[in-house]
């Protein structure tokens, strides 16, 4: 199809500037009329110069396409919610690198058209806020789960959102969920499933978790929670009625107080939003984490210690996980080229064990390890079945974006390096 839309459109943009704010990128543009003049030569003796390719980068802005008119490349927002939650495998990277392409040359072809660039504006804000609305209710990206929860945790009318992001965190983190909700009610009940129990089994009960817990979650404008609005009592009841063995009440912050004395007395453990994602973003790193590890956070009750356990939390994995990302990635350069891309745990570690002399590397640490990758970069590292390990690119390729989302994740960016 021609592309004589985008070649009048950048022209009349290099010319006075562009009828739409975001449409397009100017950076490595010095000089407009010389830009101008070398853009008209190049598309009118081959229409196809018009559009050199469609990459991913990582915007400054929240728009999810653009245009960059120093290379003639169409941009794909990484940092996108939409992209985020749709770059799961190279066939949805594909997917949603031609979405983008086709939106912003029917926007380019609508403003050739006629069509009022104010009202074409209004249309692109409603179509970027329905992909927004579509990635919030996938929520499959671990980076996105926690980049929501950052957002949530300090809007005080986004109590909604905060209990729907929080049990995305939790089962994330793997624990089982009963979402609740509602007047009288908790947020929800979290279930540790996962380990053998010393709870005999009853008819109402066949399989007793390891322990459970009551969660609230209180959002607010501030940056700390008064103790009078978190609602300690209703929590305390909520506990006993259900009858979890401990409860979690979560807050941007906490005043202090009378918070540690009240918390102490109804065995309450108050955890801030961030310690959350905090321990969202070791699962990610460091795969899963044992839930029976977690049953020491509950005996704490004052919020400044519970921040200090989570700090020592990483510690304790890093030093307790015998297989790294580092090590992981060697055994993947290793076997690259002499297996299939669909590898079995137990070829990962024997190679571990065998020819990167790191010895008792189980296939459990494999799988716990790429179950972290998967919340991290699911485009790139998943699991197929219960043992078959998916990798869609080279090791390099996967410790780019493994550090590019972990910058992400402590909210200092990224370095844009491209993902293919």
């Known amino acids: 199809m021609s592309l004589l ?115 074409l504006e209004n249309v692109r804000l409603y179509r970027d806020k329905l992909m927004r609305f579509k990635a919030m209710q996938s929520r499959k990206s671990g980076v996105h789960i926690a980049q929501i929860l950052t957002q949530a945790q300090a809007k005080s009318n986004s109590s909604m959102e905060m209990e729907t992001i929080l049990a995305d ?11 609740r909700g509602g007047a009288g009610e908790p947020e929800g009940i979290a279930f540790a499933k996962l380990f053998a129990t010393d709870h005999l089994p009853t008819d109402s009960d066949p399989e007793p978790p390891l322990y459970k817990f009551t969660y609230d979650t ?4 501030h940056s700390a929670a008064k103790t009078g609005n978190l609602s300690l009592d209703a929590i305390n009841e909520h506990k006993q009625r259900y009858g979890t063995d401990y409860a979690l009440v979560i807050a941007p912050g906490f005043q202090d107080g009378t918070v540690v004395t009240r918390c102490k007395q109804l065995n309450i453990t108050p955890i801030t939003a961030s310690d959350i994602g905090k321990i969202l973003e070791y699962t990610v790193e460091y ?32 030093a307790d996980r015998r297989l790294t990302i580092d090590v992981f990635l060697r055994a993947l350069e290793h076997l690259r080229g002499k297996v299939p891309d669909v590898l079995d745990a137990g070829t990962i570690s024997y190679t571990c064990r065998q020819v990167l002399q790191v010895g008792s590397v189980t296939d459990a640490d494999v799988l716990n390890l790429i179950r972290g990758l998967s919340i991290l970069v699911p485009d790139l590292v998943g699991l197929s079945g219960s043992s078959k390990i998916l990798i869609n690119t080279t090791p390099n390729r996967v410790a780019e974006a493994v550090q590019s989302q972990l910058k992400k994740l402590h909210g200092t960016g990224s370095d844009g390096t491209e993902l293919n």
């Open 169 to 179: 965190a939790l089962q994330y983190i793997g624990f089982a969920v009963q979402k």
């Open 5 to 119: 839309p985008l070649r009048s459109a950048v022209s009349e943009a290099l010319r006075t500037k562009p009828q739409l704010p975001g449409l397009f990128d100017e950076t490595g543009i010095a000089d407009r009329e010389t830009s101008r003049r070398e853009w008209q030569e190049n598309t009118s003796e081959n229409i196809k110069n018009a559009l050199n390719s469609v990459k991913y980068d990582s915007f400054e802005d929240d728009e999810f396409v653009k245009f960059r008119l120093s290379d003639s490349t169409i941009l794909v927002n990484r940092k996108h919610p939409f992209v985020m939650e749709h770059s799961k495998s190279k066939a949805e990277k594909d997917l949603t690198r031609t979405v983008a392409m086709v939106n912003f040359l029917s926007d380019i072809y609508a403003l050739e058209e006629g069509i009022e660039p104010g009202i």
């Open 218 to 221: 209180k959002s607010t404008k």
């Open 287 to 318: 795969g899963a984490i044992p839930l029976d590890r977690f049953r020491k956070l509950f005996e704490l009750h004052d919020p400044d210690k519970v921040s200090e356990w989570v700090k020592q939390l990483e510690g304790v994995l890093a």
